[in-house]
Every structure is written in C-alpha cells, then in structure tokens.
C-alpha cells in the first residue's frame, strides 16, 4: 500500500536511537529549542518585522494583522492535527519534521513581496510550529515520568520557557539589522536571520529529540466531558487569545511610530522576552494556590494593566514596565488555566477538555489581529488597537472570575500527569 510505503521512507529518513537516551536535564534544553523556533521566531519575531513590511509593501493595518491571523488559523488546523500524526509517525519524527518546515517556511518569508504567498508562508509556519510546540511538549512529558513531581516541574518549565528565549534572540537581533541596512526591504534580511537562527536550533535539537524517549500512546478519552464546569474559563482563554495577540502583533509598531529606537526596541523585546521565562517560575506558587478562576483572573489582570501602560504613558519607563507585566505573565495564563481544568475534571477528561479550550484560545487568536488591525486603519491609529487588547484581556479576567470550584480527587496527581497545553 502506498501510505505503508510512505511511512517506511520516513522512518528511513528520520532514524531513531533506542539506546543512550540522554538525561531529562539534557532533553529540556534541547527541545526547548523547539518553541524557541515555533512560537519567539516563526509567530512573535513578526512584530519586530511588521513596521518595515508595511512601509515596503504598503500594508494597511487590517492586511498586516491579517497576516497573524493566517499564522493563527494554521496553527489551530496544526494543533487539530497534532494527534493524528503523532499516532501515524511518533512525537519524535513529528517533532524534528515540522521544526524543520517551519525554518523553510521562515527562509521563504524572505524571498517574496507578494501578499497571498506572504499569507500562506505564515499559515503554513503557523501549521508546522503546532506541531513542533504540541509533539516536543510530549517529549518533555515522557522525559519527566519517572522523576519527583517538583523535578519535572523545572524540567517542563525550561521546555515552555523556550518560547521566551526565541523572544529575546529575535529582540537582540532584528531591530539592529534593520538599523544596518539601508534597503527599503531590509525585511527581508530579517526574515534570512531569523531562518539562519532557526537553522541552528534545528541542527541542536535534533539529535536530542530523535534520542529522547516516545510518549506512551494517551488512552481512550471519553470526549463527552461537561464543558458546563469550565464555561467561563472557556469564554476567558478565548478572550485571552484574541487580546494577547492583538498586543504582540502591533505593540512594537506602536512604540516605534512614538519615536523609539533600534535600541529601545531591542530593549524592550528583550525584556518582554526574559520576562516570560521568569514569569513561568514565578506565577507557579499563586496560580496552585488560588482556585475557581481566580487563577486565570489574576494573571489577565496584571497582563491587562501591561498592555495598558504604554497607552497612558508614552515615556521609556511606561514600556519597560509593559514589557515585564506582559511578557511575566501571558505565557503563564495557559499554566492558570490548565490548573482549572486538573482541579475540575476527571483525568480521563483532561485531554479532550485542553483540546477543548485549545480551539477557543485559537478562535480568539485569529480574531484578534485583523479586528485590531481594521480598527487601528481609523485616523486615531494604533491606539485604538491596542485599547482593545486591553478591553479584551480585561474581560476575560472578569469572565473567570465567574468560574465556579469544582474540586476531585484528581487535583493531587503529580505534575507529570499534566497533559501539554497548546499556544
């Protein structure tokens, strides 16, 4: 049959080791590499880009949030996928394959103006880093099953903290490339170095992931699980999806349109960034410790008042401030409300009810930046945008805080029964 024939051609082209699997330590590190590519170079890197496109290509704001929303609906149909092609070819082969796509896909952004094409380079970035993100969050699991609960903790921690690491790559090096060029599409120069640093996460990651050990194949879900126990954190993760996004997609075109910098750019990117890695440790005690949705409440709160600050302040230290309340806190939301979901639910629901809130976190997602964009097309500009994201995501932290405590004696099963949550 020829789907047998394809599949042993892919296992001959991605060979895995049965032997020396490295140690848990080892294996974090390494496919962090894996969000660093997905999420900090193939989603959020765009930001930094966004200006000199939309001068080059004269974009309105409407085609430029559009261009993540393509990103976001790829990454929803990536994330729809993500079982089906672990089942057929392994965590392991889907991980190392669908990293590599998404370095393509970044090298190819650079080689073209056209807009469809643009669009579709992104979705299809979009779609291969679901893939890599959900596939090397089941890595990650695998390599924490047999270790303490806290152990494992740290050890997914630096995994999801990989996201924030490709945030502070891209700041270090995007604006001050721009800068250098005098190239109306130096943009594309951004694109080749954001591949060429995608090319050397792939070339590290690699051989760790092949040698890493295989998920277990996850059981038999009953899909009919009661969504009525996560209602308005269901609402919320959507409202959360569209307000983030909206702020990552054109706070950088904000500040820059107000007279920042190369360096005040770079600053902040790199602040937001090193901030999610931090922020994931640090929200760790308070969102174990509150429960009903007063998890998810409180960090949308604080990430609400930093999307706020650079609207009501337009001085260095308003963004700064923005940059450590966002960026300490957006990455933490899907650990607030993965917690919701454990404390509420059977395990044997856990998987369909993250898939569940998966699809609304995507909704939201790719609702957010063409609506803030179309907005941001009317003559006050950008402001009203990121006012928006604001409402958004300060919503959604009312909207929680309606969840009510369903508590089962599930809540105490060690971290390591967590299942991954997509972003």
Same mark, same amino acid.
């Given at each position: #049959?020829?789907?047998?024939?394809?599949?042993?051609?892919?296992?001959?082209?991605?060979?895995?080791?049965?032997?020396?699997?490295?140690?848990?330590?080892?294996?974090?590190?390494?496919?962090?590499?894996?969000?660093?590519?997905?999420?900090?170079? *193939?989603?959020?890197?765009?930001?930094?880009?966004?200006?000199?496109?939309?001068?080059?290509?004269?974009?309105?704001?409407?085609?430029?949030?559009?261009?993540?929303?393509?990103?976001?609906?790829?990454?929803?149909?990536?994330?729809?996928?993500?079982?089906?092609?672990?089942?057929?070819? /392994?965590?392991?082969?889907?991980?190392?394959?669908?990293?590599?796509?998404? +370095?393509?896909?970044?090298?190819?952004?650079?080689?073209?103006?056209?807009?469809?094409?643009?669009?579709?380079?992104?979705?299809?970035?979009?779609?291969?880093?679901?893939?890599?993100?959900?596939?090397?969050?089941?890595?990650?699991?695998?390599?924490?099953?047999?270790?303490?609960?806290?152990?494992?903790?740290?050890?997914?921690?630096?995994?999801?903290?990989?996201?924030?690491?490709?945030?502070? *790559?891209?700041?270090?090096?995007?604006?001050?490339?721009?800068?250098?060029?005098?190239?109306?599409?130096?943009?594309?120069?951004?694109?080749?170095?954001?591949?060429?640093?995608?090319?050397?996460?792939?070339?590290?990651?690699?051989?760790?992931?092949?040698?890493?050990?295989?998920?277990?194949?996850?059981?038999? *879900?009953?899909?009919?699980?009661?969504?009525?126990?996560?209602?308005?954190?269901?609402?919320?993760?959507?409202?959360?999806?569209?307000?983030?996004?909206?702020? #990552?997609?054109?706070?950088?075109?904000?500040?820059?349109?107000?007279?920042?910098?190369?360096? /005040?750019?770079?600053?902040?990117?790199?602040?937001?960034?090193?901030?999610?890695?931090?922020?994931?440790?640090?929200?760790?005690?308070?969102?174990?410790?509150?429960?009903?949705?007063?998890?998810?409440?409180?960090?949308?709160?604080?990430?609400?008042?930093?999307?706020?600050?650079?609207?009501?302040?337009?001085?260095?230290?308003?963004? #700064?401030?923005?940059?450590?309340?966002?960026?300490?806190?957006?990455?933490?939301?899907?650990?607030?409300?993965?917690?919701?979901?454990?404390?509420?639910?059977?395990?044997?629901?856990?998987?369909?009810?993250?898939?569940?809130?998966?699809?609304?976190?995507?909704?939201?997602?790719?609702?957010?930046?063409?609506?803030?964009?179309?907005?941001?097309?009317?003559?006050?500009?950008?402001?009203?945008?990121?006012?928006?994201?604001?409402?958004?995501?300060?919503?959604?932290?009312? +909207?929680?805080?309606?969840?009510?405590?369903?508590?089962?004696?599930?809540?105490?099963?060690? *971290?390591?029964?967590?299942?991954?949550?997509?972003?």
């Amino acid at each position: #049959m020829p789907t047998v024939s394809a599949r042993r051609a892919w296992q001959q082209l991605l060979p895995v080791r049965t032997s020396g699997t490295p140690s848990g330590l080892a294996i974090a590190f390494g496919i962090a590499l894996g969000p660093a590519v997905a999420l900090g170079l *193939a989603r959020f890197a765009y930001a930094l880009l966004l200006p000199s496109m939309r001068a080059d290509l004269h974009w309105s704001f409407a085609t430029a949030g559009a261009m993540n929303t393509a990103n976001a609906l790829g990454y929803l149909a990536g994330a729809l996928l993500a079982a089906v092609a672990e089942r057929r070819y /392994g965590a392991r082969r889907v991980f190392v394959a669908s990293l590599g796509v998404t +370095v393509l896909a970044l090298l190819a952004t650079g080689g073209t103006g056209n807009t469809v094409v643009l669009v579709a380079l992104r979705a299809v970035a979009g779609a291969s880093g679901a893939l890599t993100f959900i596939a090397g969050a089941g890595l990650a699991a695998a390599a924490t099953s047999a270790i303490s609960p806290h152990r494992a903790a740290t050890l997914l921690g630096i995994y999801f903290a990989g996201g924030g690491a490709g945030i502070v *790559a891209s700041g270090l090096a995007i604006p001050y490339l721009l800068a250098a060029t005098s190239l109306t599409d130096g943009w594309r120069w951004g694109w080749v170095l954001l591949a060429v640093l995608g090319a050397v996460a792939f070339a590290v990651a690699t051989p760790v992931a092949l040698a890493s050990a295989q998920p277990p194949a996850p059981p038999v *879900a009953d899909r009919r699980w009661p969504a009525r126990h996560l209602g308005p954190v269901l609402v919320s993760y959507g409202l959360f999806g569209a307000g983030y996004i909206a702020y #990552m997609t054109f706070i950088v075109a904000f500040l820059k349109g107000h007279g920042t910098g190369p360096g /005040g750019i770079t600053a902040f990117w790199v602040v937001l960034g090193a901030a999610s890695i931090a922020g994931a440790f640090a929200w760790a005690r308070p969102i174990a410790r509150l429960r009903a949705g007063r998890g998810p409440a409180m960090v949308l709160a604080v990430l609400g008042a930093g999307a706020l600050l650079p609207l009501v302040s337009r001085s260095p230290e308003a963004a #700064m401030g923005s940059a450590l309340l966002f960026g300490g806190s957006f990455l933490s939301v899907v650990t607030a409300v993965t917690a919701v979901a454990r404390r509420s639910l059977q395990p044997h629901h856990w998987t369909p009810a993250i898939a569940g809130l998966t699809v609304a976190f995507a909704v939201g997602q790719c609702l957010g930046p063409v609506l803030a964009g179309v907005l941001s097309d009317r003559p006050a500009g950008l402001i009203v945008g990121l006012t928006l994201s604001v409402g958004v995501l300060l919503a959604g932290a009312v +909207v929680a805080l309606a969840q009510g405590h369903y508590e089962t004696p599930s809540h105490s099963v060690a *971290a390591t029964a967590d299942p991954p949550t997509a972003l």
